[in-house]
């Protein structure tokens, strides 16, 4: 098995690509070891020292760590524990565990406006943040203020202030007039 890895915008952040199915749709975030109970993968690899967050996406898995901790210490202990869970046999998930589908549901008199407004995220802005090694979320929209959350190599990423404001912002209020403002949540 032959893994490859790919920085992304978070320097605290790496991106690992196993060559197989990570997950078969959705998303899955563990900002914590203990967020990680369900899943044998995360768990393995909050088992590295110095490992602060670990997120899944469809082929890829990312790895934050903390900044105390250099690179070229921990990445062959993950890449370690990446290789031995799939020679394992093990799930990445464990059984009755649901993955994240990144869309808070909305309904109401804005249903359309919100519906345009995932298509849009789904369409343009997912795939590029997947890109990263992130993914990003929908969580409402009010008054037309749209707010997002940010996960995987996006979460805490210097970046991601100026990706919201400049690049979703600017997309969601050229295609959609009722949008003004782009905010970050955090959950």
């Known amino acids: 098995m032959f893994i490859q890895t790919e920085s992304t915008p978070n320097p605290a952040t ?9 997950l078969e749709a959705g998303t899955a975030d563990f900002p914590t070891a203990e967020a990680a109970q369900n ?19 469809n082929d890829f898995v ?23 869970h799939y020679q394992s046999g093990q799930p990445v998930m464990g059984a009755g565990v649901e993955t994240a589908s990144g869309h808070a549901e909305h309904s109401g008199e804005d249903s359309e406006i919100v519906n345009q407004i995932k298509e849009l995220l789904d369409s343009r802005v997912r795939p590029a943040v997947a890109q990263d ?19 995987g190599a996006c979460a805490g990423c210097p970046s991601s202030t100026l990706t919201l404001k400049m690049g979703i912002e600017n997309l969601l209020r050229h ?3 009722e949008v003004t403002e782009v905010r970050p949540v955090a959950v």
Do not use: C, N
Request: glycine content about 14%; hydrophobic content about 45%.
């Open 39 to 57: 899943s044998p993968l995360a768990q393995r690899i909050f088992a590295v020292s110095g490992v602060t967050g670990v997120f899944f996406g």
């Open 14 to 22: 790496l991106k690992f690509l196993p060559g197989q199915t990570v």
């Open 133 to 151: 090694g992130g993914d990003i979320t929908f969580h409402g929209f009010d008054r037309g203020v749209v707010y997002l959350h940010m996960q």
């Open 62 to 84: 990312t790895v934050t760590k903390d900044d105390g901790v250099q690179w070229d210490h921990i990445k062959p202990a993950i890449l370690g524990a990446v290789m031995e």
């Open 175 to 177: 295609y959609i007039p």
